[in-house]
Each structure stands twice: as C-alpha cells, then as structure tokens.
C-alpha cells in the first residue's frame, strides 16, 4: 500500500475561515476590500505590536513597498541576507538598487552582525538593510538594529517566515522601520496568498496603501502623479486570515512539538538541528538539520530517499551570492569558508506540517536514522 503523503508544510484550515468569507459574501463586500481587511490589519497589528498595517497581495509586495519606503534608488546599495529565500532580495532590484550579501553567522543562520560592520565599512555610504528570521528564527535583531542605528541605514525586517516567534520577549515583525509578514500557502497561517507590511509609522502605512492601489491622486477623474500597483488584499482572502489567526498560537505550539520530537529522536546522532538561542522563542515554522562536518552522509541522499517514501523535504535555501542571478553582487563575509555556503551543503529541511501525526513523523525519523546506524 502507498503510504500517504507527508508534507513539508501545507495549509491547515479550521472552519472559521469559511464563516469569514460566508459574512463577506452576504454582504458582498467580496471586493474589493471591506471589513474583513480593515479587521485583518487591525488584529494582526494588534497581534504583533505595531501601529499599523496594509494588507498585500503578497509577503513580497510587502517588502517591495518596504524597499520603496525606505527611499532606495537606482544604484543604491542594500545589504541583504545570503541565506534565504530570493523573494527577501528581489524587491531591491524592482527598484534597481544593489544588493551586498552578507554571511550567516552559526548561533541563527541569519545575518552575521559581524559581516554586517564589515560591509559598513567596505561601503559607508549604504542607507538600507534587510534582515531575515530565517525560519522562524529571529536573527540577532538588537545588534543588527544598533549597528543600523549606528549608520543612519534604515532597517527591513522580512518576518514572513516568522510570525509570532519572539525575540527577547517581543514579537519580530517590529524591529525593523517597515516590516513584511507572509501568509503564503505553507507560511505558520495562510490566506491561500497574501502579505502585509507592518509599522509604527503611520504615513508610512498609508503611502504603501496609496501606491498598492494604483496611486490614485485624490481627485474625481483618475489622475495619477506616481507609479502605482495593484497590490491590496482581497475582503476574501482577508476572511481566511482572520480565521486562521484564531489559531496561530496552537500552530506555533504543534510546530514546536515537531521540532522537539526530532531534536530527541536524533540526539546521539552526528546531526544538529538548526539553532537558536535562549533569548528567542523561535515559530519551529521549519525544523531543519545539519549533518555534522566529519559526517559523510550528504543532505540528497536523505531528501531523495525521503522522496521514494512519499515524504517531502527540502533542501536548505541556496545562498544568494550562489545564484547565477546576482552573479554581479558583492558577498561579505568573516569566516574562512562562508558559513551560508557551508549550512547549504550540509543541511535539509524535514516535515514541519503540523497535521502530520506521531506515527507520521516517526516514518520520516526512521528514515532519517537509517543513514547513521
Ligand atoms: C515566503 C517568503 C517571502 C515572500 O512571501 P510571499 O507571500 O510568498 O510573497 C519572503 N521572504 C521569505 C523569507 C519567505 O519565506
């Protein structure tokens, strides 16, 4: 018999989001906008800790808006985290900035706050950063916003993967000057699609509102002074997010359970399971793993032995400077060989779908230890 699929992260809805959208349609509020998007803002800033927030069709309008904000210009260059999904550093070329890489540091396998003075003082003229929590990790937030601080540079917080992972006791998403949540389809809660960007800033929120509608100038005939986009969230899919955030604090729970199974099944093992430190409660969005250096069991051939079961893993993000797309950009590091090149050779993501059962994620653990017995 076919085992049944297990997934690295899928949606898991829970009824509420139908009453959501059934109230959206008897009032056909169904677009553009309505209540459920304006409650939507209103709960999830409420729920983060921020002031305000425009809801996206997406996490990466959310950071393309954030870029925008903070003022990047043609030529203007932006440090930007190696390690991550390319969605975190493509807005810098929508607006035609430049992006620098900046390593990994081991503690997060975020943005290394030591590579970051670095590439401040390669290039003293740099007046943005983006930041990712890797994850659900939070990266080392206070000593990446000091040393922004310290510059004048305005920073980014790209916190799709990390909703309701704190840090220090705060929640991410408010670190940053403009900060972007995702509720893609495998993100911790999903709209199916969808983003938000996220600060205290409030004429901020209302100029990413302004340019994600088109840019319409406030006048009766359409009359337009600036580039616009057609970036808002649907009142539908705004529905699905309200009842989807009803339960985000049972899916960071579940998501932790996973992370902690696996942590105790392959302790003895030459495997780590990607770290965090003390002062952060991390969202377990993805429990990842490295195979120890001197190990020489290679990420593919769990992935694809996975596979072959019916179970979908990943490997980690490959790094940017990595990419044949930003070949071009600068790469910043302080280690002898770059930690982000170095996580991607020896890590992999496991199953993090958090209706995947004890039974279930003891097939993939045994699957896992086999290669080390
Ligand atoms: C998912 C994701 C995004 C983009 O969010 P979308 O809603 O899919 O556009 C950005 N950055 C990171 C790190 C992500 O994982």
Redo the contacts with the bound molecule.
């Keep these: 018999m076919e085992n049944k699929r297990i997934y690295l992260s899928s949606p898991t809805m829970h009824g509420e989001e139908q009453a959501f959208i059934q109230e959206a349609f008897d009032t056909n509020w169904v677009a553009p906008l309505g209540k459920n998007v304006d409650e939507f803002e209103r709960e999830i800033a409420e729920y983060v800790g921020v002031n305000h927030a425009a809801a996206l069709s ?4 959310a ?1 393309h808006l954030a870029v925008k904000l903070a003022g990047v210009r043609p030529g203007d260059i932006v440090f930007c985290p190696d390690l ?2 390319s ?2 550093v493509n807005p810098v070329s929508y607006e035609n900035g430049k992006q620098v890489f900046i390593d990994s540091e081991r503690d997060t396998w975020n943005m290394d706050p030591e590579a970051l003075r670095a590439a401040f003082r390669k290039y003293p003229e740099c007046r943005c950063v983006i930041v ?1 929590n ?1 994850y659900g990790t939070p990266a080392k937030l206070d000593e990446i916003r000091a040393i922004c601080d310290e510059h004048g540079a305005v920073l980014i917080e ?1 916190a ?2 990390s909703l309701s992972a704190t840090y220090k006791g705060v929640q991410t998403g408010t670190f940053g000057q403009y900060n ?1 949540i ?3 389809g495998n ?1 911790i809660i999903t709209t199916s ?3 938000m960007l996220l600060s205290d800033d409030e004429m901020a929120v209302k100029k990413a509102r302004f340019w994600a509608t088109q840019s319409r100038d406030p006048a009766p005939h359409y009359q337009h002074s600036e580039l616009g986009y057609n970036y808002r969230m649907s009142n539908i899919v705004a529905g699905i997010g309200r009842g989807q955030l009803l339960h985000l604090g049972e899916h960071k729970a579940l998501k932790k359970a996973i992370y902690e199974r696996y942590k105790a099944a392959f302790s003895g093992l030459p495997i780590t399971m990607n770290p965090y430190p003390d002062c952060s409660d991390p969202n377990f969005w993805l429990s990842c793993m490295t195979v120890d250096p001197a190990c020489p069991v290679k990420p593919y051939d769990i992935i694809d032995r996975l596979a072959e079961a019916n179970v979908e893993a990943r490997p980690i993000w490959k790094p940017m400077h990595l990419q044949p797309i930003f070949e071009h950009c600068d790469f910043i590091s302080v280690a002898d060989t770059p930690v982000s090149n170095d996580i991607f050779a020896r890590g992999l993501c496991l199953p993090s779908d958090i209706k995947m059962t004890e039974e279930e994620q003891n097939r993939v653990i045994d699957i896992v230890k086999s290669f080390f017995e």
């Excluded at 997406?58 to 309008?61: K, N």
């Design positions: 997406a996490g990466t309008a950071l991550t999904f969605a975190t990712v890797l790209d799709a993967e972007a995702s509720f893609n993100k699609g969808g983003g």
